[in-house]
C-alpha cells in the first residue's frame, strides 16, 4: 500500500506543478498585445488578449489622406496584422500544452479556458483509510 500512496503522491505532486505552470501561462497570455501600424503611419491599431482591439490611432492628415473606404481597408489591416501577432504570442505560450500530433487549434480554440485542462478534483492525494 505505502507503493500505490507514493506514486499516488507523486502523481499529486506532478499534477500541482503543472497547474502552477499552467496558471502562469494564462496570466501570461492576458498580458499580450501588439501594435502594428501602417506603412504611411496614418493608421495605428493596438490589439491585446485574445484579439480584442484596445485602441485605434490615426494621423490627424488620415482624414485629408485617405478615402473612406481607403481608411477602413488600411484599419482592418492593421487589425488583422497586430491580432496575428497575439494569436503568434498564444501559440508559443501554449505549445508545450499541445499533446503531440493534436492541431492546435482543437486544444485551444474558441471557447477553451484553463477550468477545460484541470480535472474535475483538484486533489489526488490519497487519505489514509482506518
Known sequence: MDEF???M????AEYDRQAERLRDVYGRLGELS?????????VTVTVGPRGRVQKIEFD?????????????????E???AA??????????LMAPFVP????????????VDLASFLPRSADLRVEERG
Open 5 to 7: 500512496r507514493a506514486a
Open 9 to 12: 503522491d507523486g502523481l499529486a
Open 34 to 42: 501588439a501594435t502594428a501600424s501602417s506603412r504611411d503611419r496614418m
Open 60 to 76: 490627424p492628415r488620415a482624414y485629408r489622406r485617405l478615402s473612406p473606404s481607403e481608411l477602413a481597408q488600411t484599419i482592418m
Open 78 to 80: 492593421q487589425i488583422d
Open 83 to 92: 491580432t496575428a501577432e497575439v494569436a503568434e504570442g498564444t501559440r508559443e
Open 100 to 111: 503531440e500530433g493534436l492541431p492546435y487549434e482543437e486544444v485551444f480554440g474558441e471557447g
